[in-house]
């Protein structure tokens, strides 16, 4: 048996608290992953429980079935698991009423974009989703293929222009330094490739807030689904297990409405940039680093890595000496603090969280986690001992039997093989555009 709406459901396990049925769709999310259930699904689903209304999700896969065949046939329904070293909290997340694959079904996501009710359309595509080449600016001929996000908001927001609708919020949720700003260079120019009608219209009616998510969400296996099994008494294909902790600043700059995500524990700020820059460089930062560190050390997980004595002293480093100097901080914002907090997050030894996941797309990662920390250093005359470790240790893993899951994956083994290495990633006119400049002894 699934998790459906009908399943009664044990009493420890939190149910949504409002008649689903009747909410109407107010956001569109694209790239449904387990982040998005995670983490917006349930601000969303904890601001209708509050009150709050008709911001039921239509959930967008861009290319794959398989979130639309666990969410399904469960009428949209799903667990969430809150694990720390002492509990484990479960609840049901009713916000999303189905997922669309636009494979499938181009049109309907299309219409989804265009319904009058739809106010937001956000987004967790990851960093390469965005399709952008080594340049920044947005792959033209990328932009045309399967996994773009930008045909379908083009096309959606062309309809709604036609119909006299009003314009969107497009809320990108991954984690790209100044992710609002970025999607809207972005989108811009795919609009004045293949709409150039839209772009004073855009201009006009549609926003790209900015927003720093914070949730660590390891992928779902198939043992934290039978422990989900054994509590429902049911399969829930859909569910999702992560930390205690949750954290969403947005920057307050919407198109029209949007749901009052601020009752439930989302901070709406004038300026996102000091939370973004130290999540980025700080959590994220230092979690690539445990990455390739901790798998050069033959470490799984991230809990075993920042618990090994000959790791954690170099993470505490990367963040108190390298990152934490580069972030101007807004008033009361306190980096010791958090890095204090981060240690603790990583140290969680219920959420095995597998380093090879984070150790993904390298590329697309470490630009906006190390690059711009080592820059900043380089142009005061400092150095960055941690981050250079890091660095080192991303291309022993290059050079290493580990499959690369990266878009650049043959390239950077290429780039990466026989002396000179950091030269050809990160010199002049490297893989990876950098304001870092490597020594180039090295
Ligand atoms: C991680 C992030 O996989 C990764 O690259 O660093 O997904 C991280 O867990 C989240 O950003 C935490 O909010």
Redesign the pocket.
Known sequence: MRLTANVPLPAPVTAPGYDRAAQAAGIVHIGIGA?HRAHQAVYTDDAMGAGDRDWGIVGVSLRSGDVAAQLNPQDGLYTVSARSAAKAELRVIGAVQKVLVAADEPQAVIAAIAAPTTHIVSFTVTEKGYLRGIDGLLDLAAVRGPSSLYRFVGAGLAARKAAGLPGLTLLSCD?LADNGAALNVLMRQYLAADHPGLIDWFDANCRCPASM?????PATTEADRAAVASVLGVRDEGAVVTEGFSQWVIEDDFAGPRPCWEAVGAELVAAVAPYETA?LRM??GA??AL?YIGLGHGHEFVHQAIADPAIRPAIERLMLDEAAPTIDVAPGQDLRAYAAALLGRFANPALH?RLI??A??GSQ?IPQRWLETLAWHQARGSRCPSLEAAIAAWIAFLQSDHRIDDPLADRLREAAAGPGAMVRLFGEGGLIASEWRPDPAT
Do not use: G
Not at 213 to 217: A, E, F, P, S, T
């Open positions: 982040f984690n998510i914070d949730r660590i969400v999540k959590l994220n979690h690539s990455a969280h996941q984070i993904m797309d990662k």
